[in-house]
């Protein structure tokens, strides 16, 4: 099945292409309100393609994070959700026979805005190709990988003559990059329904150009908002100025506190729980074709690197913890002048965390720091927005042997593990929720530039990964298949 289903995809590969630039024009942002309808377009793309190809139960399943109970008029009680979200697609096909494995493939199909507009070299919703790559926002992330796996299931239904090596079962969420609140919540009420062996996540990318690559651990993550508060109203800086509280300073001042001059933060008990890597992964992370130069002039762009001393850029990024500012929203930003003292004033502050360091232990201390150390005549708010958990995933099982042959049949080269310094929220879920081991399988690359203006995927990429992928699912399903076999000749 597996050289079948290699011909198809490479026969069809210019389709492939053109479906995801369908999927690419719409502008599925999560975060913004007026993009609702865009969304749900793009969930319902993706359920309608699914059922295509000849997925079963191909559905969009809404959902929320917080609930109610509220007694109606008839005096029954009911559920009711505070807050919808955007829906979930789920769909599977489970019909591989007894003792098949079941493979739960995730990915998103929201994507981050697009702003700032006027750094694009192309509009970011019509996708473009240029020296090989296709450069659209959510190319690499994670449409462009999501829709590997889509093309994947086709290419083996289209060899199997409708039949899969293995059972799977889809889930492809809309909040990915808002936190993933939804999916969570629905991993906790209806586990079953993605329960599975392995799951697949196509969402990380690879080290370097042509070097196959897993991503055997995250970093998990709080976001925040520091919100400070002085005056009732905003007031005039000339008449005022001197004698109340600016919001602005104190929240300068608090975040001033949060980190040294050499990257090292001091909220207490911060470094406390931190797990170091095994002196087998530094010495892997070593011998990786990595040279900090290259990096800071190609891939920052920034006179020179700085953070925690005494670690490389590989364990600042994968296995330290880091604290970040995104915005600082408020105040009078405007053309010309205006002269006030605003009455409050909020940053956007993001830490990233290791093993073994949790989210809610994280809020704590920097919720009680920051009361410590707020300036007088201010009030301080630290709210959580979203959190995740960091993961480190084992090498040693039959899914991981079975994605790193596939990638050197592929790629020609044996297959490297590395850490990503992101968070994947539902990873964690998978371990905790479904007791179920995640290979994080991605082919982006390090200049995709993600989050970013110019958001790229190499299309050379996007063709090997679909081909890793259908060999992937191939060789779990042989797997299983020998040890049902062994297990039968030791009786």
């Known amino acids: 099945m597996s050289e079948s289903a290699e011909m198809f995809a490479r026969e069809n590969g210019e389709r ?3 479906e995801l630039k369908e999927l690419l024009r719409i502008p599925s942002i999560a975060t913004d309100p007026a993009r609702v309808g865009d969304v749900r377009r793009a969930a319902e793309f993706c359920r309608s393609e699914l059922e295509r190809i000849g997925m079963r139960r191909a559905r969009l399943v809404e959902t929320s994070t917080e609930e109610q109970i509220v007694t109606g008029v008839d005096g029954v009680s009911r559920v009711v959700p505070l807050r919808l979200g955007h829906p979930l697609v789920l769909a599977e096909w489970m019909e591989a026979g007894a003792g098949a494995p079941t493979v739960l493939c995730y990915g998103h199909y929201d994507v981050q805005p697009a702003e700032p507009l006027d750094e694009w ?5 019509e996708p473009t190709e240029r020296n090989g790559n296709l450069y659209a926002r959510g190319a690499v992330d994670d449409k462009g990988q999501m829709w590997m796996h889509v093309k994947a299931l086709e290419s083996l239904f289209a060899a199997g003559e409708g039949r899969l090596p293995v059972n799977v079962r889809v889930v492809i969420e809309g909040e990915e990059e808002v936190g993933g609140e939804g ?8 586990g079953e329904e993605l329960q599975a062996d392995v799951a697949l996540v196509s969402d990380t990318e690879m080290f ?6 897993l991503c055997v651990g995250l970093r998990g993550m709080i976001y925040t908002e520091i919100e400070v508060r002085g005056a009732r109203t905003d007031l005039h800086s000339g008449m005022y100025g001197g004698a109340v509280p600016n919001p602005f300073v104190a929240l300068a001042q608090i975040i001033a506190r949060l980190k040294d001059e050499t990257g090292r933060i001091l909220i207490p008990g911060i470094y406390d729980t931190v797990q170091a890597p ?30 925690e001393a005494g670690y490389s850029v590989l364990e600042r990024t994968w296995a330290r913890p880091t604290l970040d500012v995104h915005g600082m929203p408020g105040g009078f930003v405007g053309a010309g002048a205006k002269t006030v003292i605003p ?4 940053a956007k502050v993001s830490l990233r965390l290791v093993p073994d360091m949790t989210p809610a232990e994280t809020f704590d201390q920097l919720q009680r720091y920051v009361g410590e150390i707020a300036p007088k005549g201010v009030e301080v708010e630290v709210r959580l927005i979203h959190a995740g958990d960091p993961i480190v995933v084992s090498t040693d099982n039959v899914y991981v042997h079975a994605a790193t042959e596939a990638m050197r049949v592929v790629w020609g080269k044996e297959t490297v593990f590395v850490r990503g310094g992101g968070s994947i929220p539902i990873v964690g879920d998978f371990v905790r929720e479904l007791g179920i081991p995640t290979v994080m399988m991605g082919f982006g690359l390090p200049d995709d530039n993600l989050h970013a203006p110019n958001e790229k995927f190499h299309l050379e990429n996007f063709h090997h990964g679909i081909q890793s992928i259908l060999g992937f699912l191939t060789r779990v399903g042989a797997a299983r298949q020998t040890e049902a076999a062994e297990r039968d000749n030791g009786r």
């Open 208 to 213: 370097a150009p042509d070097l196959p690559t």
């Open 278 to 307: 095994t002196e087998a992964e530094l010495a892997a992370w070593r011998a990786l074709p990595f040279d900090e130069e290259e990096y800071r002039e190609t891939e920052v762009g920034s006179t020179e690197l700085v953070g």
């Open 183 to 190: 999916i969570a919540a629905f991993v906790r009420a209806h």
């Open 121 to 125: 070299l192309s509009p970011p919703f």
């Open 16 to 18: 492939f292409v053109a």
């Open 343 to 346: 009455a409050r004033a909020v």
